[in-house]
């Protein structure tokens, strides 16, 4: 510990503490550009100079370490001077138009122009100019403005783990930007918009449609994934504007992944459903909620009376909220009927585990783990911001492995990856058991046969990571979840863990994934198997959150009543009889509870759009309808407290239902499809925003990808229309992913083009 | 894009250093390959940063911050005078007027016959000596005063 006098005051900080940080703790405000917490140190911009007693002249607080013994002065005359003449050459060649920038009133460089800058400037010559550069749909540029502090530049170098930005250039001639004609295609590129502490990256969808001071600021939980990123959501004239982050260290740090940031576009779409509506002689008209309410009850009470309990099915997507699903759940069970469900995207039916799955410890104590081994996910996409942590983890030593049925890049340094055929992930996993059971010197778990799997390199590179670890990891994403051997591949990570003690986890996909497994509200498996009599559908899009699009819609056109609690339009025009519009996250108070068991409640930011309803209350109302007991709640508080009442913690838990028997599989040698969800497909918000489908990321979704090997075999190369058979078919167009196995095809699921797809069906493809 | 021979010059390099910092080496890497194509295009420098395994922008960086890294075409013999403080009192500018004025062409320009560009360079360590002139990248001459342009001039027609 070092002592240190800053201002007057004294305390003392650990070794290796900057003045900056000596200064924060504090909270002694010291301006500055360059530096940021959570980047490297620049010392680039100056302006933190402070008077360091001894020192002869000022020192950048940023990058000066303290020295036992030290006296700062962060406002003496003589620092405030220094910061005066930074701040004077930092004007220069700054434009000196506020008014018309889009930071205005919300810049780090106007505030601390007002405190240290003159009235007027004394330089008359020519400022410099430089052009705007184009990095992609969702940050929009005015270079001019730029100050080259470099945080955008060691953004995406060291948070988003590729260098897309950079200073080429000189002097005065230092400019920043993208490599010729690439744009910035990171997956949480949106942040660099936050850190730009000047106008000269902003958001472009956000551009000039409001000023700072114009907007509330209201807090809010992401609707996404399972992380649960906290937001700040600013409102204006009651529509969202705007998403930033909110600061929370044990969750999102300050960060938000893309589509938490620009998913809000959806909340204002055009396609939103504003009025209750019901179909009559097979045409669409608009109704009072009474009318519409009173129907969807003596429907679903004539449906229980002719056809029974069982023909009905409430089916819901993990966006919905504990309230929601709480609710829906209670008035079936009112109605007799058991058959709810959200996890629509599961393939195998089998897989069930004896609690709520979680990540089976906390997110931070994930980026503590000195091993990690994700099995099966596109970490990137599926969440972002857990794979930003392991990025900054391995930095500090923690060795990262994965087992996936693609070999894409994490950005991070991986120290162990075995790549398997999407139908051979569970034998991938066999391997590295059974390099683990030998290093291990231990027996394997009787339900697992290892005796026909052969240990390959990668797969003992993998499990000496492992069986190294002191506080090892094993996480599942959503491609183990959704796999159709998902019971396997649970059963053999899962004796992993147990072999080598490490925290056996599950990345929860959605946002309340964990929430509805909670409440018990997934009872009834695959409720499109075998086709109901009537569907209750809350936010779910059969073609599109569904693991069988083709099954599912075939159940609800032939269902003979489909209520849609929805707040967008959709092809339910096409199957429903009623639509309720129902409120989005920002419409409603609701709680999600996280992959870490957190449950977070959060109000709506803005008031319901034209007649939308929170869902909740419309099921308040309809259990009153129906004569229902126990929905006579106030408030959404009241349901949460009763969905919460056993408590959460309690019910986490991984382990598998009963043991599930594995045996390796031969592999089979035919074409075999990858179907995953790509991120801006998984839920409503993210499919309805217009930016994050101008992303590379989306367009690449588009594509069917393959190696090179593949591509010969099937007379193609990249850029070529081809034709897939798959069920249905679809008409791609191909890329090159040289990281897949031979044989494999990526074919996105969950998305338009390709909803004709049966993933379980056999599969063909060939030159468009 | 780089010869077999550039890129085995490259390896050479890159042997230097640890293997994961194979941005050391790009200086190198890019001075090999102007010396095979003469100056760095952007395809040239992304073909550099592809064989290193490195963002391309990170290469960008560095071909356009050192003024001996041509990101123009230049003619056959390149002169680089010395325009920092010290050869600019000692005659510096002068004998960069007079270059500009003998060969009919400014500063970041090339005679018509592909022969001669002429460029400002920052302080090469000779002020001793100024005016300085680097010929090439590799030659220096010193004292560079209106003759010795001359007789420098006359050697290179
Ligand atoms: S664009 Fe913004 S963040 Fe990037 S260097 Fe310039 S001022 Fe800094
Ligand atoms: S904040 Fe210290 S130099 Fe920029
Ligand atoms: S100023 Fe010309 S060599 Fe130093």
Known sequence: MLEVEIDGKKLTVPGGSTVMDAANSVGAYIPHFCYHKKLSIAANCRMCLVQVEKAPKPLPACATPVTDGMKVWTHSDSAVKAQAGVMEFLLINHPLDCPICDQGGECQLQDLAVGYGKSASRYE??????????????????????????????????????????????????????????????????????????????????????????????????????????????????????????????????????????????????????????????????????????????????????????????????????????????????????????????????????????????????????????????????????????????????????????????????????????????????????????????????????????????????????????????????????????????????????????????????????????????????????????????????????????????????????????????????????????????????????????????NGVVRPLGDTRPAWKVFRVLGNLLGLHGFDYGTSEEVRDEALAAGVEARLNNNAVAHVHVKARAAGNGLVRLAEVPLYQSDVLSRRAPSLHATVDAQVAETLRANAATLAALGVAAGDKVKVEQGGTAELVVALDARLLDQVVRISAGHPLTRDLDSAAALQVAKA | MLSKESLAKIDRELTKYPAEQKRSALMSALRIAQLEHGWLSNDVVEAVADYLGLPPIAAMEVATFYGMFNRQPVGKFKLTVCTNLPCALSGGADAGKYLQQKLGIGYGETTADGKFTLQEGECMGACGYAPVMLFNNHTMCNHMTPEAIDKKLAELE
């Not at chain 1, 609690?355 to 931070?364: A, E, K, T």
């Not at chain 1, 060795?399 to 999407?422: I, S």
């Not at chain 1, 018990?520 to 198997?529: I, K």
């Open chain 1, 125 to 602: 010559e020519e400022k410099r100019s430089v052009v705007n550069k184009n990095l992609g749909p969702l940050i929009s540029t005015d270079m001019t403005r730029c100050i080259h502090c470099t945080r955008c530049v060691r953004f995406t170098e060291e948070v988003a783990g590729y260098q897309e930005l950079g200073m080429p250039g000189r002097g005065e001639h230092s400019e920043i930007m993208s490599f010729i004609g690439k744009t910035v295609n990171s997956e949480i590129s949106g942040n660099v918009i936050d850190l730009c502490p000047v106008g000269a990256l902003t958001s472009k969808p956000f551009r000039f449609s409001a000023r700072t001071w114009e907007l509330s600021r209201r807090k809010s939980v992401s609707p996404h994934d399972g992380l649960g990123s906290n937001l700040t959501v600013q409102v204006k004239d009651h529509q969202v504007k705007r998403v930033l982050p909110l600061d929370n260290e044990s969750i999102n740090e300050c960060w938000l992944s893309d589509r938490d940031r620009f998913s809000y576009e959806a909340l204002n779409s055009p396609e939103r459903v504003t009025k209750p509506m019901i179909k009559q002689g097979g045409v669409w008209q608009q109704v009072e909620w009474t009318v519409a309410l009173e129907y969807v009850a003596n429907g679903l009470k004539s449906i229980v009376a002719d056809h029974g309990v069982d023909s009905i099915a409430a089916v819901a997507t993990p966006q919905s909220t504990l309230e929601e699903l709480f609710l829906l759940k209670k008035l079936a069970n009112g109605l007799g009927v058991q058959n709810t469900e959200s996890r629509l995207r599961q393939h195998d039916a089998s897989f069930a585990t004896a609690g709520v799955q979680w990540l089976g410890q906390s997110i931070v104590e994930l980026a503590e783990s000195d091993a990690v081994v994700v099995v099966g996910s596109t970490l990137r996409k599926e969440h972002p911001l857990i794979a930003q942590r392991l990025r900054q983890a391995v930095k500090h030593g923690m060795k990262v492995a994965a087992v996936n049925p693609h070999g894409d890049d994490m950005l991070l340094r991986l120290a162990g990856e075995v790549v398997t055929r999407p139908d051979q992930l569970v034998e991938g996993l066999l391997a590295v058991l059974k390099a683990t059971v030998e290093i291990k010197g231990a027996t394997c778990p009787a339900h697992i046969d290892t005796s026909h799997t052969e240990i390959t390199d990668v797969a003992r590179g993998v499990a000496n990571i492992l069986a190294a670890g002191e506080r090892a990891s094993i996480i599942l994403g959503n491609l183990a979840v959704q796999d159709a051997r998902a019971a396997e591949i649970h059963a053999v990570a899962a004796a992993l863990a147990a072999l080598t003690g490490a925290t056996f986890g599950v990345l929860t996909a959605g946002a309340n994934t964990a929430g509805a497994e909670l409440i018990g509200f997934n009872a009834a498996g695959d409720v499109f198997a075998t086709p109901k009599k009537a569907y209750v559908l809350l936010g779910a899009e059969p073609d599109f959150d569904t693991a069988n699009p083709v099954k599912a819609l075939a159940a609800v056109e032939q269902a003979e009543m489909v209520v849609v609690l929805s707040s967008f339009q959709s092809c339910a025009y096409d199957y429903a009889d009623v639509i309720l519009p129902v409120s989005p996250f920002s419409e409603t108070s609701g709680t999600y509870i996280n992959m870490e068991g957190r449950p977070q409640s959060f």
